[in-house]
T-cell receptor, first 114, second 114 residues
């Protein structure tokens, strides 16, 4: 069965600084990979996804993520963080076979300092 | 375009009371899901409906029932609420029940059981 780990529970970044949020997964084959963002009091919104092909994927709001098979990772990055990026970020992993469910990580809370 | 709509937004119940959480989507999606979100636990799948007329258990189904009323609506019922069911509940939908079909989330129902 697949699993996903987000090692950092809480990260604080200065506004304008770069950001990297870590996500590691466990799965025997190449999984489907997602990053979602949740602003306070809101539901989750899809930032980006990886299914196959180019390992660097671009998402909304200036985010990107890179799939590294050798490291079983799918880290989320942004070159310059804005105060409005403060939110909780979830990595999710899905197996390719039918009848299985998406597995979410426990989330990383991002705070942005001025 | 409303997307996924959940009602109510907030609810307080006493132990043993029952209630139904409502969810409707207007995206003509085939699949719908109920998750609960607890601090430090990420999102856990309670039940899902791959298509109209079918429902299946997820990771944490005990204490809950669901009804796929039609293609648009998927309700979650707590027959006898317990304090352990205090949580934020999210409904989601996707075009099809496959892990490469991104989820669209509602804004959640915050439930407190005293």
């Amino acid at each position: 069965a697949q699993s996903v780990t987000q090692p950092d529970i809480h990260i604080t970044v200065s506004e304008g600084a770069s950001l990297e949020l870590r996500c590691n997964y466990s799965y025997g084959a190449t999984p489907y990979l997602f990053w979602y963002v949740q602003s306070p009091g809101q539901g989750l919104q899809l930032l980006l996804k990886y299914f196959s092909g180019d390992t660097l994927v671009q998402g909304i709001k200036g985010f990107e993520a890179e799939f590294k098979r050798s490291q079983s990772s799918f880290n989320l990055r942004k070159p310059s963080v804005h105060w409005s990026d403060a939110a909780e970020y979830f990595c999710a992993v899905g197996a390719q076979q039918a009848g299985t469910a998406l597995i979410f990580g426990k989330g990383t809370t991002l705070s942005v300092s001025s | 375009n409303a997307g996924v709509t959940q009602t109510p937004k907030f609810q307080v119940l006493k132990t043993g009371q029952s209630m139904t959480l409502q969810c409707a989507q207007d995206m003509n999606h085939n699949s719908m899901y109920w998750y609960r979100q607890d601090p430090g636990m990420g999102l856990r799948l309670i039940y899902y409906s791959a298509s109209e007329g079918t429902t299946d258990k997820g990771e944490v189904p005990n204490g809950y029932n669901v009804s796929r009323l039609n293609k648009r609506e998927f309700s979650l019922r707590l027959e006898s609420a317990a304090p352990s069911q205090t949580s934020v509940y999210f409904c989601a939908s996707s075009a099809r029940q496959a892990n490469n079909s991104p989820l669209h989330f509602g804004n959640g129902t915050r439930l407190t059981v005293t």
